[in-house]
């Protein structure tokens, strides 16, 4: 088995591709579209780059598979089912709840369906999923959001925004469905009961003290050396520091844009009459109200 990741630099979003070197069955993990919120333009700088492995390699593209739905970039996994059909896209059955929310959060269109049908699987918690020759198994890892799923494929896991390299963390927990006990549950009763050998493929690295990127450990090394939530941590403590800190954070810089599009499975806005597509952003008048009276 063997894994390449992708680097988005502008969202430090780590993308990965697997695959089974024999037969060439391969998976996709976590695919970006990049995304000017300011020219509204999309570039397909990475589809480009993981088609030309995909071809380099002779790879047979089973699976597109979502750890969440992201908050901090476009999925492209609508970009992979037009060159690759038959590719299947999957997300955890439990993103039926982000849709909900996000539906009442962004006012969508009465029409918007939550029942999860924009994906083609909907995976359930700790499913068995074959990928031709490749085994992946889907753990529940909720917390940052309460649809994550990391996926464990051989003795490799990845974590999406559950856990990043020891030296940064774990995902932030505040956003609607985030728990930061969850995630800790996550952390320690799932992803830490797997082998300490176990490879760690990590959703983001955000390079904290302008280090080079790093995306892969073990669980071994997280369980000693992760920054917030070591084998050691309680979950009191880890609570109080995770629910402290995101109390501090900003909102992602495509939170709406990313949100809009993932939780419809990657499908881009319709177009209009016009034939252009938009967004929607919300438009907090707050502190107008509060002037005008
Ligand atoms: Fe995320």
Request: charged content about 20%.
């Amino acid at each position: 088995m063997k894994v390449e990741h992708f680097y988005d630099q502008e969202t430090n979003t780590l993308t990965y591709v697997v695959w089974d070197t024999q037969t060439r069955d391969a998976v996709l993990i976590d695919p970006v579209l990049g995304y000017s919120p300011i020219t509204g333009k999309i570039d397909i700088n990475q589809f480009d780059a993981v088609c030309s492995l995909i071809a380099e390699k002779g790879l047979q593209l089973r699976w597109i598979f979502e750890t969440h739905a992201h908050a901090d970039h476009i999925s492209a996994s609508q970009l992979y089912k037009q060159r690759f059909p038959q590719a299947i896209l999957g997300i955890s059955e439990h993103i039926v709840a982000v849709q909900q929310v996000f539906k009442i959060v962004l006012s969508l269109d009465a029409a918007f369906d939550t029942s999860g049908s924009q994906f083609d699987v909907l995976i359930k918690d700790g499913e068995c999923l074959s990928a031709g020759t490749l085994q992946i198994q889907a753990l529940p890892t909720p917390g940052h959001t309460p649809a994550c799923l990391s996926f464990h494929i051989g003795d490799h896991v990845f974590t999406g925004d559950a856990l990043f390299m020891e030296d940064y963390g774990t995902g932030r927990c505040d956003f609607p469905g985030g728990n930061a006990a969850a995630l800790y549950h996550s952390v320690h009763e799932v992803l830490y009961s797997l082998p300490d050998e176990t490879h760690v493929w990590v959703g983001h690295d955000y390079q904290p003290n302008g280090r080079e990127m790093l995306c892969q450990t073990t669980i071994g090394a997280q369980k000693k050396a992760n920054i917030q939530l070591s084998e050691a941590t309680t979950e009191d403590t880890f609570v109080a520091f995770r629910q402290g800190r995101d109390a501090g954070l900003s909102t992602p810089r495509l939170l709406y844009a990313s949100i809009q599009v993932n939780i419809a499975g990657g499908h881009l806005p319709e177009p209009d009459d016009s034939g252009k597509r938009y967004l929607k952003m919300p438009f907090n008048a707050d502190a107008w109200v509060s002037v005008a009276g």
